[in-house]
């Protein structure tokens, strides 16, 4: 790492030194709680497993000294450190980037002061100190120079690795989807030699992407997109067209030397709590296979299982239907009446891409949906962490990412209300035009926005690429606020009496949640053990409360041993999936891991 | 491209400004020519396409008014700028970073200034003004937002471009060899909008690389083999082993989009003056096709066509003989005698790898050798601008290319010279040990060592990973100073009269010219006309005189219209590429691209 020049007399790194001074003292005293005092009375401290072997924020004083009284005896924490100057906004605002040592790993963090005190705090694991990552100056070697007798090539190691891992030798870790976030997690476990497989039932890495509908990109730009350890290059499409996200896949995938098996699929997975380890039926192939891993990933989408409704008819219907997760693409369509079920990201591109190719659309939007235009997204919202400019100012894709995840999700609604209220000014006409054609808008509950809604439900949005246009224009034909009442033969019945002719319907009703995968997978049980994925009891739609402020579930211990849920758009994919894996090394390694705060279960799915 | 401070009181900035000013107003006014007087009388200008469309250096005022008056009516050069803070070192030499226009490019340069005159001068062309490429603020959007009932998408845009390409439609360009040469070549093409075809005899990218013997792996390290536009992850080794390069031109070949037919020959090429186009007759999987491309690059490796010697008897010889771009690897021959003539890279490399199985290996080293210890490489020679250390200083692959490109041919030996003594003295043990084993051992006709000796003959040393010990310990038995005088059906004599039994005999003689290939392929008539490939005319051992001050006929114009020569190792892959890209760009744009100062042929091979 760069080191950079701390300046005695610049002000804000003063007053960031001196604090991050007292955190130290403090926390190695011998009453560490006080350091609770260093934050203001509502401050927040988000960790992620650098203290608690868990991802957690603590909000306020008393958490905060709670966390400390249970951690810092095994943590202890050391060499606190200020990175670079710090700096201070307009609002007085002092923000400092921090790096520290535990007992046992390195870590790196994010300092919000006001008047003093800590508003924000985060700390994040980096590595494990006795397993540093081979990279940059520990890179291996490759070629081993000398002479020797014994000699095996790189190629026939690798190929005996591919011969005896799952066969011979058991892999230490298994994850069951093979899309960019078991990838991702699946190079990062790699670079801490737990020998992982990952297994995907589709034949080759990035056939998630190809088989989905045919217009699909990305709708998150390039800068936020990135894969762990190989950036996307510098002549890559800004929103990249679904078939090369899978030829990046495939190739990563190679080039990462993961263990990936296509055409797998798990039949069955149970815990045997006694050899504390997974017995997994997997079929590969064809092949009958018994896995033994001794940790489990569900990384098969945070979407989960996809949600088709129950509607009264629907098996007497004489058309096309599926959900959208299956949908082809428009072009079998031509001419052809088109009912689309939904009126999310899924339903807007699978509209857009129907009316393309002539067919006759109707959307049904059964609920309000938030709809941003992309180049609003980019430049009043994600440009200042994830774009070209961040980029030439010096912002990298790592730094983002930290910036992103220390802003509590309890604040998190007051940093982007603003920026949301800036949007609907800037598109009003654009969201003006979609209200004159009924479309039904929001900004999400509290007006704070897609991400919000991403965080909390996982729905509810559409990121505009254009479908918006022919939405306001009725080129997309709109009932809104209705739901499909009764399916017949060759038409649906609207909940408002009103009847459409129908050759196609496509239920582009969403997803259930991720332990939905646990119960088809391992048993009811163990999905109702953990409990729902996603969401963090915001109290708002599909987010049903009490608060926990974290996402539930997601990259961090649950209540099933051994098992754990990886997913999230390829932000969240990347980031997370860096402090997933050092959980799975670390107990692969048997460093003591004790998890703090855990929380209880309160909704099933 | 990141601004950087410039500071008005540094006195190396203000030396390099002025410099830099007196330069732009003197080749602006109406004597341009005068601008040599800025230059040391024996200075020198190396110019890489900028000004000269050519590789070509200027030694000495003279040649350099020469030039400046040949093109500075054309290429009217402007708004020259320091880039960043000019640097002073203890000799006095102050070295800036410059940018700078012309009429139809920009370009970067690099200065060396001796008491106020230049020493050594470069420029660059970066781009063409009009055809920039499409990367960071211009890299393509991807996506097509908005709605279009002509939408193609980007897998059907790619599948009817490869249907199209050599069939309907011709590629401008037709590069023959993909390895990492032609490889990287096509990239540059690709982003810049030239339709080409690379063609390679073998099935897949990366297979030149993979069929070679089994042990090898790259001797340069990987800070000095990054590949244009994807650099090689942080967790790489430092030498890839052979099937891990394959393996990553694989992938970048199709990320990069590029148009590689596998398992393709040509058989046969003629230029059609009058139309200005190649006629290429291609066997491509077995189907006869005819292509017409406008350029024609030969990029089948700067080795050229193996040298097999005529030795009597040699087809009278009972057991396996091959040249040792053919061997594969040592495992055939446990117990084998085994005669490697040569005693070069491959030589060193191929008995080690018959030693390591067991086999009985002499080496027959005709002539002295140079040997340089890999790590010592790194340490004394390479690391100031290849290496981890160079990285975390900031040293830029680019900037490390052009540094390296910035000292002229003529005085890079006085650059060498002091580091190959140091080497010398670093390992005086180890290289005592290889003569006392009998090994001629030289440090080229000068002492300039390594590179110099590539960039002249592109043959005579061994980068040391191991061997070296074996031919010391006499584990390699060795003959030197003699060579083959006659094969027999189990055994060759040496010229000494010496009898050696023989099951192997491998050649490792070496590579013809470059040229070579234009005689396979076109005609021996157009081969003569281009001459002999590679080295500059060091009157040096097999790089006789006189002097051009570049290599011979690569990356540049040829004496054949519309035939380019590339290839060299990965350094000189990724940087010469962008000449080359850029001198086939503006001539697909009907860009005026006069050549200054083309060599007389002197040599046919």
Redesign the interface.
């Known amino acids: 790492m760069?080191t950079h020049t701390l300046t005695a007399t610049h002000e804000p790194t003063v007053k960031a030194s001196s604090w991050i001074e007292q955190l130290g003292a403090t926390l190695s005293s011998d009453n560490p709680g006080n350091a609770a005092n260093l934050f203001e009375e509502q401050g927040f401290w988000r960790d992620l497993i650098a203290f608690t072997w868990n991802i957690k924020t603590l909000e306020g004083r008393s958490a905060i000294q709670d966390m400390i009284d249970a951690t810092m005896g095994y943590a202890r924490p050391h060499n606190w450190k200020l990175e670079q100057d710090a700096t201070e906004n307009d609002e007085g605002v002092v923000e400092a980037w921090v790096t520290f040592e535990t007992a046992v790993a390195r870590g790196r963090g994010h300092l919000r002061l006001r008047e003093g005190k800590a508003w924000t705090f985060l700390t994040t694991m980096v590595e494990l100190k006795d397993y540093p990552?081979?990279?940059?100056?520990l890179?291996?070697?490759?070629?081993e120079?000398?002479?020797?007798?014994n000699?095996k090539?790189?190629?026939e190691k690798?190929q005996q690795e591919e011969a005896e891992l799952g066969n011979s030798v058991q892999p230490y870790c298994l994850i069951i989807g093979g899309g960019q976030g078991g990838i991702g997690l699946g190079a990062r476990l790699r670079?801490l030699d737990v020998p992982t497989i990952i297994i995907d039932a589709l034949p080759k890495p990035g056939d998630t992407w190809r088989n989905r509908y045919?217009?699909l990109?990305?709708h998150d730009p390039?800068w936020y997109d990135h894969m762990p350890?190989?950036p996307f290059?510098?002549?890559?499409?800004?929103?990249?067209?679904k078939?090369?996200v899978g030829?990046?896949l495939?190739?990563y995938t190679?080039?990462m030397e993961l263990n990936y098996w296509g055409s797998t699929q798990c039949t069955h997975a149970q815990y045997d709590d006694e050899k504390q380890e997974w017995i997994v039926q997997i079929n590969r192939n064809g092949e009958q296979l018994t896995l033994k891993p001794k940790q489990l990933v569900i990384a098969t989408g945070m979407s989960g299982i996809p949600n088709i409704p129950d509607i009264p008819g629907m098996d007497t219907f004489k058309g096309e239907q599926h959900h959208s997760s299956k949908h082809p693409g428009g072009e079998a369509f031509k001419n052809k009446k088109c009912v689309v079920l939904g009126g999310n990201n899924s339903a807007h591109d699978i509209c857009?891409a129907l009316?393309?190719?002539?067919a006759d659309v109707t959307m049904i939007q059964r609920s309000s949906t938030h709809i941003i235009k992309?180049?609003t997204l980019m430049e009043l919202v994600l440009g200042g962490l994830y774009s070209?400019e961040a980029?030439?100012n010096?912002m990298t894709t790592y730094n983002a990412d930290l910036t992103f995840a220390s802003v509590p999700f309890q604040i998190m609604p007051q940093f982007h209300i603003p920026a949301y209220q800036q949007v609907a000014e800037h598109d009003a006409e654009f969201y003006q035009r979609l209200r004159d054609a009924g479309f039904l808008l929001d900004f999400g509950e509290d007006g704070s926005g897609l991400f919000m809604k991403y965080l909390r439900r996982g729905s509810g949005y559409y990121i505009d690429?254009?479908?918006s246009?022919?939405v306001a224009d009725g080129?997309i034909k709109l009932k809104a606020g209705v739901s499909i009442k009764q399916i017949n033969p060759h038409s649906v019945t609207l909940t408002d009496g009103t009847e459409l002719p129908a050759d196609l319907i496509v239920y582009a009703t969403g997803y259930g949640s991720m332990n939905g995968w646990a119960a088809k997978i391992i048993s009811q049980e163990v999905a109702d053990k953990v409990g729902k994925c996603w969401g963090m009891g915001s109290d708002t739609t599909k987010d049903p409360g009490p608060w926990e402020g974290e996402l539930r579930n997601m990259w961090k211990p649950t209540h099933q041993d051994a098992l754990w849920f990886h997913g999230g758009n390829l932000h969240q994919s990347r980031h997370y999936s860096q402090y997933l894996s050092l959980q799975i090394k670390a107990r692969m390694e048997q460093i003591e891991t004790p998890v703090y705060g855990m929380e209880p279960v309160h909704h099933l799915s």
Chains 1, 2 share one sequence.
């Open positions: 760069t990552e081979k990279r940059n100056r890179r291996p070697k490759g070629a120079h000398g002479a020797n007798k000699r090539t790189w190629l690798r670079q045919k217009s990109s990305l390039i350890y190989i290059p510098e002549n890559w499409p800004v929103f990249t067209p078939d090369k030829d990046w495939e190739m190679k080039v857009c009316w393309e190719n002539d992309s180049d070209e980029v030439e010096g690429v254009g479908a246009d022919l080129e």
